[in-house]
């Protein structure tokens, strides 16, 4: 009998206060934009009337008009022409309809699995290189954006952000996915999902991590790079927990325009954490009972 425990996706977040409503100047941009979706449609080549309906409807939600607005600092034009891209790829690509058994192989080890939420109500979804175990480049990268979809959907009212936390334990160059798949997800992610990312933690950087976020570094917007920030747990002792004794100085220096060094626990409370990285909850990855629950989204 599997003992595993549930996945932590039933939760309602404490959220932060309400952001203020739009400047009068993002409401004008924002019905502008409405207003040009029609046109928008119009321009996607060698599209039926069925994808045009269906692109329609995922276009004219209001997370993904503030988002694609928001990501070009609210202008239309830009925001317009990134939306006809984004259309244009989805239709290609169509991340919405990826299939479990198409990416179920690259699911097995774990090296990716959502569980929890963090303080303000973001899923977290947890990447763990070292578990990497295909070289199936492209099916990788759809097994990262269905994972993305299904924290999309897992979202409570009000959130629009994932939160990431990514164990880089371990890693080394036998074990680590190349950086050229790495940047095609994270083109993927700035183009597609504008906006999306909320936060991610680099759990213990290897020595390895350093020289691979050198070469990824410049190719990171500045936006994105500021939401990169770095945590330590503690493993070693009896008990894990993660690391608010050791003061700045102590730990390496960051790059430059990242979030720098934080505590895990001032992101997620103690009870969605699992416990290898500094929680109290007892998970342990089991493939048949997470990929259940994650398709069942």
Not at 112 to 120: P, V, Y
Not at 155 to 174: H, Q, R, T, W
Not at 176 to 194: G, K, Q, R
Request: overall charge negative.
């Amino acid at each position: 009998m599997n003992t595993a425990p549930k996945l932590k996706l039933d939760f309602t977040p404490q959220l932060p206060t309400p952001a203020p409503a739009a400047a009068p100047e993002q409401g004008s941009a924002i019905t502008a934009f409405y207003a040009a979706l029609p046109e928008v449609v119009k321009e996607l080549d060698s599209v039926t009337d069925e994808e045009q309906t269906i692109l329609a409807r995922w276009a004219g939600q209001p997370v993904i008009v503030r988002q694609f607005l928001k990501a070009t600092t609210w202008d239309v034009a830009a925001a317009k022409k990134r939306l006809v891209a984004t259309m244009k790829w989805r239709n290609e690509y169509k991340p919405d309809q990826i299939t479990a058994d198409e990416v179920e192989p690259e699911a097995v080890t774990g090296k990716q699995f959502i569980n929890g939420f963090d303080k303000t109500g973001r899923p977290q979804l947890f990447l763990v290189p070292r578990n990497e175990n295909t070289k199936t480049y492209d099916r990788q990268i759809r097994f990262s954006v269905y994972m993305l979809e299904r924290c999309i959907k897992l979202m409570p009212e009000g959130v629009e952000k994932v939160a990431v936390i990514i164990d880089y334990e371990n890693l080394s160059l036998f074990n680590a996915t190349p950086l050229s798949v790495s940047m095609n997800y994270m083109a993927v992610l700035s183009n597609h999902y504008p906006e999306r990312l909320g936060v991610a933690v680099m759990v213990n950087a290897s020595w390895y991590f350093s020289g691979f976020f050198k070469l990824l570094s410049p190719f990171l917007d500045p936006v994105t790079k500021s939401k990169l920030q770095f945590t330590k747990v503690n493993r070693s002792a009896s008990a894990v927990t993660s690391d608010t004794v050791s003061s700045k100085s102590e730990k390496p220096t960051t790059e430059e325009g990242t979030g720098g060094w934080t505590n895990i626990l001032d992101i997620s409370n103690v009870d969605q954490l699992p416990i290898e990285f500094g929680g109290s909850y007892p998970f342990t990855y089991k493939h048949d009972v997470f990929w259940a629950e994650i398709n069942a989204i």
